[in-house]
């Protein structure tokens, strides 16, 4: 349109092109890439039928273009891409904006609360325990553990009536089967740290009580754990502890059984599986059994990661507090290794 000072040979050609919208965009386009020759050429207004003709030429451009959507999301460290960065700075447009993104990080969130709902069930019936047991002053009970001692070996079985305080904390053991009679004494920062030990028969029995450190390989010698880690309350601290990293890891599986039978108790039974082998995780199962009238865990079941995928993975702990008595104000003589009862000393 700058020539037509110059070239009026070409307005005669426009008017019978002037209803002809898709050559006059061509000729329009071409005519702008030819350089100027005339510096202080002035543009004629346009014509009312050459105006009708480049707005319903552009509409049908615009609307014959195809939009398209990115297929990955952009990183948010990432420069945007230069179609992007055009976009930005004359305004909104649909190639520019990133659905993708978005999108991810919603499936993203469905993944990771997949079995959150069931995981907070078993956390809250785990810190309902744990929170019961923090305002128990002590308790007896029969005492029941199974331990895979080394990989690959059998279980053991030891069956003990359990006296424990929680404050100081203090564990009076007193074995049922096997090693009838064999007695365990322990208190919080007494006898340096160790436990008193009297064998009932057998050549350790001639040497009387003796203290052995809970730690050491002699006391480890039959037990996955010492003596300082026994009771349902550090039991729970542990299980909570695990479960609640499980709430990072979607894969995590949960089932909750509010009414289970054990012993003839009524009882919720939680169980976690870890499908996924992490460093995070010692077990690959986990079941527990909490009474609904105590909110007690009276059983707990451990499981190993199966040798190969599709075998059953192995039972490596169990133990179970069994007859359960709330005892509101357990006594020094309980937990003194002078007590005439015991003949420790």
């Not at 040979?9 to 006059?24: G, M, Q, S, T």
Request: glycine share 4%; hydrophobic share 35%; net charge positive.
């Amino acid at each position: 349109m700058m020539l037509l000072n110059h070239k009026s040979w070409l307005r005669p050609i426009l008017n019978k092109l002037a209803h002809k919208p898709a050559a006059v965009c061509l000729l329009v386009g071409l005519l702008a890439a030819v350089p100027r020759f005339s510096a202080g050429a002035v543009e004629p207004p346009a014509t009312p039928a050459q105006t009708a003709a480049t707005s319903q030429s552009a509409q049908s451009s615009q609307d014959a273009v195809p939009v398209v959507e990115p297929s990955a999301p952009v990183a948010d460290n990432q420069p945007a891409a230069p179609h992007e960065q055009i976009a930005r700075k004359d305004g909104p447009s649909r190639a520019a904006t990133p659905v993708s993104k978005a999108t991810t990080a919603t499936k993203t969130k469905a993944a990771s609360t997949k079995t959150a709902p069931d995981l907070e069930q078993a956390l809250q019936t785990a810190r309902a325990g744990r929170d019961k047991l923090r305002k128990t002053p002590g308790y007896t009970c029969t005492f029941r553990k199974q331990e895979q001692l080394k990989k690959g070996a059998a279980l053991t079985s030891q069956t003990m009536a359990l006296k424990l305080r929680r404050e100081p904390f203090s564990v009076y053991l007193k074995f049922v089967e096997p090693n009838a009679g064999r007695q365990v004494l322990y208190v919080d920062g007494r006898n340096d740290g160790k436990f008193y030990f009297k064998e009932p028969s057998g050549l350790l029995s001639y040497m009387g009580t003796l203290s052995v450190h809970p730690t050491s390989s002699d006391a480890l010698k039959e037990n996955r754990y010492p003596v300082t880690m026994i009771g349902m309350e550090k039991m729970l601290e542990r299980l909570i502890l695990d479960w609640e990293a499980s709430l990072k890891h979607a894969e995590t599986q949960v089932q909750v059984q509010p009414h289970t039978k054990l012993s003839g108790l009524d009882c919720t039974l939680c169980e976690i599986v870890h499908p996924q082998q992490r460093d995070a995780f010692k077990f690959h199962k986990t079941r527990v059994y909490f009474d609904n009238k105590t909110n007690f865990p009276i059983r707990v079941e451990q499981f190993a990661y199966p040798a190969k995928a599709g075998k059953t993975p192995p039972l490596v702990e169990q133990y179970e507090y069994l007859d359960v008595k709330v005892v509101e104000k357990p006594t020094d003589l309980d937990f003194d290794v002078k007590n005439p009862a015991y003949g420790l000393k």
